[in-house]
T-cell receptor, first 114, second 115 residues
Framework: AQTVTQSQPEMSVQEAETVTLSCTYD???????LFWYKQPPSRQMILVIR??????QNATENRFSVNFQKAAKSFSLKISDSQLGDTAMYFC???????????FGAGTRLTVKP | DTEVTQTPKHLVMGMTNKKSLKCEQH?????MYWYKQKAKKPPELMFV???????INESVPSRFSPECPNSSLLNLHLHALQPEDSALYLC??????????????FGQGTRLTVV
């Protein structure tokens, strides 16, 4: 079974600065999808960004971008120009392409300071 | 409409009660999920339905019984729960996995307390 590891339980960043959250995963699958989800205190899980494993190009969504290293099984999230509203738990998630089996890492609690 | 609606938002139940959690989506998604999330922990996968058929059951105790009556609805029937079952229960939906991937959309969850 695949495992997802987030090694940073907590991080903080000053408003307007850049922060990178780490994620590694272990799988024998060749086709899969990776996601970053954000969960603010309101508890709603919100998709931040997605990456298809077959795509070499790193995904970007406005201030959010990923560094996807397939050989290293690494999938980090970079948040540029951090805003107070980015304060939340961030979960890295892995989904097999064969089915809808989606698993989450332990999460990183990010605090953006004014 | 990119909404997944879960009801109720909060539920307190006794260990002998029977209750149900409901989840509804109108995005045309044919995969629906139940996750359990304890405080300060990640969501744990419980069940996945694909085309209204149970495709993944993560060895969840039988006191949790899922049901997918149609492509828009997902229920979780609860019976004889234990206090350790208290958690946030999240429902999600997505396309069945294909070439375009299948990001999941989540509801706001049901906060369940078993007394």
């Amino acid at each position: 079974a695949q495992t997802v590891t987030q090694s940073q339980p907590e991080m903080s960043v000053q408003e307007a600065e850049t922060v990178t959250l780490s994620c590694t995963y272990d799988t024998s699958e060749n086709n899969y999808y990776l996601f970053w989800y954000k969960q603010p205190p309101s508890r709603q899980m919100i998709l931040v960004i997605r990456q298809e494993a077959y795509k070499q190009q790193n995904a970007t969504e406005n201030r959010f971008s990923v560094n996807f290293q397939k050989a290293a099984k690494s999938f980090s999230l970079k948040i540029s120009d951090s805003q107070l509203g980015d304060t939340a738990m961030y979960f890295c998630a892995f989904m097999k392409a064969l089915n809808n089996d989606m698993r989450f890492g332990a999460g990183t609690r990010l605090t953006v300071k004014p | 409409d990119t909404e997944v609606t879960q009801t109720p938002k909060h539920l307190v139940m006794g260990m002998t009660n029977k209750k149900s959690l409901k989840c509804e989506q109108h995005m045309g998604h044919r995969a629906m999920y139940w996750y359990k999330q304890k405080a300060k922990k990640p969501p744990e996968l419980m069940f996945v339905y694909s085309y209204e058929k149970l495709s993944i059951n993560e060895s969840v105790p039988s006191r949790f019984s899922p049901e997918c009556p149609n492509s828009s609805l997902l229920n979780l029937h609860l019976h004889a729960l234990q206090p350790e079952d208290s958690a946030l229960y999240l429902c999600a939906s997505s396309q069945v996995v294909g070439p375009r991937g299948a990001e999941a959309f989540f509801g706001q969850g049901t906060r369940l307390t078993v007394v």
